[in-house]
Structures are given as C-alpha cells and as structure tokens.
C-alpha cells in the first residue's frame, strides 16, 4: 500500500510540474536556486523597464511616425516637381514596412516581458527563466527591426545625396 502511494506521488508530482520543467539547456539545482535567490531583484527591475520602456516606446513610435511623414511629404514634392526619385520611394517604403514589423516586435516583446512579470518565480524558477530568455529573444528581435529601420534611413540619405547631387547639377545647367 506505501509502495503503490509514493508511486502515485511520484507520479502526480512529475506530471503536474512537467509544464514548468522546460528550460532549453537543463538547469542544475544550483542555478535553480540562484534564480530562486535572484528573481525577485531580476523581476523588479524588469518591472522599471517595463515602465521605462513604454514612454521610451511612445516616443520612439511617434518620432518614426514622424519620420515616415517627412519622407513621404519628401518624396510627393519631387515626384511633383517631376524628378524620377524610385531609390528614394524604395528607401521610404522598406522603413514603412520595418517601422510595422518594430510595431508587431514592440508589442511581443511586452506581451512577453508582462508574461515573465506574472510568473511565481520563487516557487516556479525554470517557468521564470524559461520565460526570461523568451523575453529576451523577443527584445533581440526588437534590436533587430530597429536597426533594419537605421539601415533603411541610411539607404534614404544615400539616396537623398545623390538626388541633391542631381538638382545642383540641373541648377548649375539652368534645366531646373
């Protein structure tokens, strides 16, 4: 009767922590119990960026917005003025779609942050970790909507140099 309870002990126990036991590389009691030493340090900080990361966000969002309207207004005005501008309308358009990708990032990546903040972490430390390193992943893939934005705007600037290089010599030529 002993052997078929902790049989049956054993079992509910590994079925019923199974969900929380996933982290990608094993975690050795050590570590589990430095997350479990650490998390709430590492959860109160994580909250201070959430927080700090939402003005950081609206800001940011509202100066690509911003952004994207310039190049637009930009790119109206010399189509306007008959000036054939593609590389300019190709740079506007890869930043339009990389500023929605870091829109579609942005929010993942705060879904998954507030997921983290949720977790028990001292009673469920591998959840808690498990869901770290998915909100890190979820910030790399931020960086990287960010960046592709930077190299967008630089192709733009290149784009705009060589259209500024082409109004001076149509000025100088008296064609404008």
């Known amino acids: 009767m002993k052997y078929r309870l902790g049989s049956l002990l054993v079992t509910l126990s590994v079925v019923a922590l199974a969900p929380f036991v996933s982290a990608a590389q094993p975690l050795d009691d050590a570590k589990i119990q430095v997350i479990r030493e650490n998390c709430k ?11 700090s990361g939402s003005a950081v966000r609206i800001n940011r969002g509202q100066s690509y917005e911003n952004t994207t309207k310039l190049l637009t207004a930009l790119n109206s005005r010399a189509v306007l003025n008959s000036y054939s501008i593609p590389d300019l309308v190709e740079s506007a358009a890869g930043f339009e779609t990389e ?5 579609s990032a942005y929010f993942t990546y705060e879904k998954a942050l507030g997921r ?26 931020l960086a990287e909507t960010i960046d592709k934005m930077n190299a967008q705007l630089d192709k733009y600037q290149g784009s705009l140099d060589s259209f500024e290089q082409e109004i001076k010599k149509r000025t100088e030529a008296g064609n404008l």
């Open 41 to 51: 340090q590492a959860q109160s900080t994580m909250q201070r960026i959430q927080r």
């Open 99 to 103: 500023f929605t990708a870091f829109k």
């Open 116 to 141: 983290a903040l949720e977790i028990n972490c001292t009673g469920q430390p591998v959840t808690f970790y498990d869901a770290l390193e998915t909100t890190r992943e979820k910030r790399a893939l």
